[in-house]
Structures are given as C-alpha cells and as structure tokens.
C-alpha cells in the first residue's frame, strides 16, 4: 500500500508567553484526530505538543499535500485558537496566517513535513521488513536548526558508521530549499557524499539554505527525511512567528539507525531564531511535552519514535529518545553554552544580523537611524 506520515505543527495560542498551549487545546486536537480516525481520513494519529507548538502525526493513504488532511489539521488548529482565544492565552491563532488555506497549508504558517512510500512490512521485503520512524520537533529557533544534525547524520561516518555499510554506501540525495526565494520552493538536489563540501558552503547558513527532504540513492529513491524548512517572516512579511521545524525521520535498515541520528544532538549547536525571534543560542533536546520557561527561551528540541504495523497503526507506545539521563549532561552543557551566549546580551554573534531579525521593529529602528547620518563636513 502506498503510505504516506503528515506531521503538522502550529502555535496557536499559549499561557503566560510563549510557554506550552493548555490540555484543553491539546485535548480538542486529539479528539478531532480521534474522529478523523474513526471516519476513515486518517489511519492512525498522535498529538503532543514540544514548547507553544502543537504537533499532529498522521498515517493514510492520500498521498503529500493532501487538500483534506491538510485542511483537517487546519481545521483543528482553529478549533484549539478558539479556546486559546476564550481564555485569552499569548498569540492565540499566531502561526494561522491566512485566512482559509488554498488546498494546503503549506506557506500558510504551519510547519509540514511529509514523506510517501511503498509499506509493505514483510520479512521478505529487503529494503523495510519493518517501518520505523521518529519525529523532530523543535520550538524557539530557525526553519535550518537540523541542518547540521541531519547532515552529519546523513553523510558523515563520523557519527553514521551505517553508512559504511553496504546498504548505505551508495550515500543519500540532499534537497535543499532556498528560503529566501519567496517565489516558490526553490530546490537544488545535492548529492553525499561527492558533493560534501558543496552542501556544507550552503548548509552552513542556516537562515537562507535548509535540509527540506533527503532520499535514498538506493532502493527506488526512498523518501527518508522530510522537514518542514520555510520562513515565517518571509511568508507574512513581518514577525509572525518563528518557523519552528518539525521532520520526519525514517530509520533502521537503509536508513541510519536513531542512535546515529541522535549522537548529532549531542552538540547542542548554537542556531538562530531564539528569544523575539533574534538571538543565537544553542538547541537543548528535551523529554516530549515540554514547555519553554528558561532564561531567554533556550531553544529546545523534542524526539519521538514510532514503528507502524502493515495497515498503518502506529505502535501503542513511542518511544521518548530525549527522555534519559544520557541527556542530562547534553541538557547542562546546552545551559551552560546559553549562559555563556547571554553574558555579551546584544553584542556581535548574540544576536541574528540585521537582514534576519524577525522582529521588524529592530530593522526599523536601525532603518530610522540610518536616515540620520550625514557626511561630515569638509
Ligand atoms: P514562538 O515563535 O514560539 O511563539 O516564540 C516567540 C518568541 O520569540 C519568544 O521570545
Ligand atoms: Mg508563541
Ligand atoms: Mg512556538
């Protein structure tokens, strides 16, 4: 059966600043899943929430881009405003930038990330005898925040010594997005490993260039990573929001396996987009359902796994990868990292550049000033 995973993610409301959205918003979106399941729209669902961002992961047979599935999940973001709105919580409807979707939600302020492939879990099948998946999402940073853990996982033997083996040798094709081109998604395919140094000069910029999907080089060109990279403020004009990313991520197999993935983590890699949108800090992974109450809303990133049975039921359980004392030193040194970030405020790399402040008001100040200089007189 062709299967495809929709993870839909959106900030529509939060308490007390941009902390975690109430149970009754998350308990709203789990019984509109819940009925989608029950009428056939949806073959399994799951609902958590990682910082103010409600994410939804949905199994079915629709295909990407799906015009009922994307405005289900529309559709439920708005049912959890109303009741951010009732109880007048922080930027009720923040990431719902439009006013009715046209076909998808694409470039309408939700993060999407979906992959599509041949499910057909039998022990015969060599290429995915059994389906397994996790699930990135991140809060208070940039749509390129998994650009180095997704490309050292995916190309650098380094932390992936999967891929010296002989089901990944082949290495993996690398579509990469051009977020500045806000005339469409504008794509260059880049190939690991021969073209490493190309993708590193472009991956390196984490507010331009994002990893927007990742497919096999092998095995008909699966589909092995999908992540929602586009640019919030590039969509509305203004700060809206700041395009927290959500991904899918295949594993096991022909895939890298999670421990490899996640070693990426480890780093706790400074990236932007942190506190009004503005700041460079380091990203610190975090246990699921976890609100953002530190000093200057450290970024933070959650990790779930799946594995999905023949019909495309999700396992009764997931597994929380972040969840663990292994974590706990990378948690500190995240901290640690953050403390050390704040200590020079709004000096130098502290904060984003001029041409990528999401909040507007920094650029009109400086635009206002700007006006103001004048030659010195001869
Ligand atoms: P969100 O994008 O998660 O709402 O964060 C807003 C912000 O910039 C907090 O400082
Ligand atoms: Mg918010
Ligand atoms: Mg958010």
Redesign the pocket.
């Known amino acids: 059966m062709r299967m495809t995973l929709s993870a839909i993610k959106a900030?529509v409301g939060?308490i007390g600043g941009?902390t975690r959205p109430t149970d009754e918003m998350l308990d709203r979106v789990r019984s509109d899943v819940q009925s989608a399941i029950d009428r056939g729209l949806l073959i399994d669902g799951y609902v958590f929430h990682v910082?103010?961002?409600i994410a939804i992961i949905m199994s079915h047979t629709r295909g990407k881009d799906d015009t009922e599935i994307h405005q289900f999940a529309w559709d439920s973001f708005l049912a959890a405003t109303a009741i951010a709105q009732e109880y007048g919580l922080y930027?009720a409807g923040?990431d719902l930038l439009v006013d009715a979707p046209s076909g998808n939600v694409r470039g309408a302020g939700p993060g999407v990330a979906e992959v599509e492939f041949e499910h057909d879990p039998v022990t015969t099948n060599n290429a995915r005898s059994a389906e397994s998946f996790m699930i990135f999402a991140a809060?208070?940073c940039g749509p390129g925040a998994y650009n180095l853990p997704l490309f050292l996982g995916f190309a650098d033997p380094m932390y992936c010594a999967g891929l010296m083996l002989p089901r990944m040798i082949q290495g993996f094709d690398f579509n990469i997005i051009d977020m500045n081109n806000t005339g469409g998604d504008s794509i260059l395919t880049l190939h690991a490993p021969e073209d490493y140094y190309q993708l590193t000069v472009l991956l390196r910029d984490n507010e331009r260039f994002g990893i927007e999907s990742i497919s096999s080089r092998s095995y008909d060109g699966q589909d092995a990573v999908s992540v929602s990279a586009q640019r919030l403020h590039n969509i509305a004009g203004t700060y809206t929001?700041?395009d927290?990313p959500i991904a899918i991520v295949r594993n096991q197999g022909i895939f890298p396996a999670p421990e490899e993935v996640l070693s990426t983590f480890t780093k706790a890699h400074y990236i932007g987009g942190?506190?009004?949108?503005s700041h460079n800090m380091p990203l610190m992974p975090v246990p699921m359902n976890t609100p953002?109450t530190g000093p200057y809303?450290l970024p933070i990133v959650e990790s779930l796994g799946f594995s999905m049975n023949a019909a495309g039921k999700f396992s009764a359980n997931y597994v929380d990868f972040f969840d663990n004392p292994a974590w706990d030193l990378v948690r500190n040194k995240a901290q640690e990292k953050a403390l050390y970030m704040r200590d020079q405020g709004w000096s130098g790399p502290a904060m984003l550049p001029y041409t990528e402040l999401?909040y507007g008001g920094f650029r009109d100040i400086v635009t206002g000033l700007e006006e103001r200089f004048a030659y010195k007189a001869e």
């Open positions: 900030d939060s941009h910082g103010d961002d930027g923040q809060d208070k929001g700041k927290d942190d506190a009004r949108g953002v809303c999401e």
